[in-house]
């Protein structure tokens, strides 16, 4: 919840994916005519920063650029792949001009020590960008905020009232009752096919619905249609490509070519769904409506907490905790919300995915969860939280799948507030500089890793080695002040379900489906390209 993380736990990376390559044809053809121009202008902008590095000292290596766009021509269809490829030339600090717009790409777990931990409180700001600006309310969420008073005050009540332990813990019966309702949505398949990837969608949606909103779907009610939407829009948007951010000159392509339209429609779409949702919990203390069929969760949801600290006209300021504008409460349930949904699907599809591809892991699996499910009192077939501690290879799996499959592969980028240097005191980094970690690389990394391309979960049997912002060869979820703080809730509600349905059910590829599309899509996050479906038998243990 960087990202993902994120975090929010949003981990990934709005740097130009979708329609990159788009754009730079657009670019390229215009280049007769206004290179003359940009070129004048970027040469002093170009000056300007490095004479800011100061004599005498050295940036980062960095592959060959094009006037005007820089390097963004290079970073292709997944520019965490693309970018890996650089720094097997270039090194793992590598600088790229991406745009305008000097950045600085770490690959390797010890640069990234450098970023997140050893000078954590120079890179813990965020590049201002301008479509998470309008659809964030300003950037006032927890994963795209700056550093300063307000973010450091966010964080603080998110984790306090959200995601501390002790309030994961108290939505355990949350997580059981939906991870149940699972299960059961996959039993009436019967010996069918079970469209995986849709049923692991609504179960994310109602988990994070009744935790952070206090109210889950049911059926195909207005409510879920709402959520969709939300989602979706957002998610789309967040990876799309604003010229302005990176060729300044040039921000007037992004009107001409739509995205400022598209990003102004989707913002008013989203803000009425936000208003909806935050004039009915307000209203009624979670029911969007009586025919929404609506349950509430336990405890107090999210939501409730966010309006308790909304800012009232007849309060007193200085009061000790961050007092919030109705926008606020809005950025921060997209944020959460949104973010929390998509890192459990993602994880939950390619932990599947991978073990459906290893039989032999999957049976591994199965042993385990069984086996502890015979040993417990509970006589409903479901595995619950209390039954996990002792599943070791449950979160080898977990693990090597985020090793493999990083939610965000580029974590969200951070920003320099002061002139540094990196690659243990070989470059020159100066105020202000994008900072991106390839959180993807550095998990298959061969340096780090045996056989890195391999799905082998038995490398994290007996290891110490965890994706808690702690050992830096695994940061699916970042690390250090800007780490994904809804790691522990992610998680929590990832191990549940895994758990439960490879010890519920027996799994198996359809017939005519011998090979299994594991490519990617493009964007901020690493969806599985083709849906997920399987045949799931029942099993008894």
Known sequence: MENTT???MTTSSPLPYTNTLMHTKFLLVLL???SSVLLLLGARRGKKWLAVVGNGNRLPPSPWRLPVIGNLHQLGRLPHRSLR???ASHGPVMLLRLGQVPA????SADAAREVMQAQDHVFASRPSLTIPRRLLYGCTDIAFAPHGPYWRGARKMSVRHLLSPARVRAYRAVR??????????VAEHGAGIVRLSELLNGFAKDVAGRIVLGVRAAGDSGWRARVDALLEES???LAAFHVGDYVPWLS???AVDGTDARVRRAFQRIDRILDEIVDAAAATGGEISPSSAVEEADGEAFIHVLLSLQQKDDEAPGTAELRLTRDNVKALLEDLFGAGTEATIIVLEWAMAELLRNKEAMHKLQLEVRRQARTTSNHSNLIREQDLPGMEYLRAVIKETMRLHTPGPLLLPHKSMEATRLGGGRYDVPSGTTVIVNAWAIGRDPSAWESPEEFRPERFVGSAVDFRGRHFQLIPFGAGRRMCPGVNLAMAVVELALANLVARFDWALPDGEPVMDMEETPGCTSWKRAPLRAVATQHYC
């Open 252 to 254: 007037w392509v992004s």
């Open 32 to 34: 007769p005519v206004i």
């Open 104 to 107: 600085v790409v770490v690959s």
């Open 6 to 8: 994120a975090t929010s």
């Open 85 to 87: 490829a650089l720094a």
């Open 176 to 185: 059981e009752q939906e991870v149940a309702a699972l299960a059961r949505r």
């Open 235 to 237: 998610n789309a948007l």
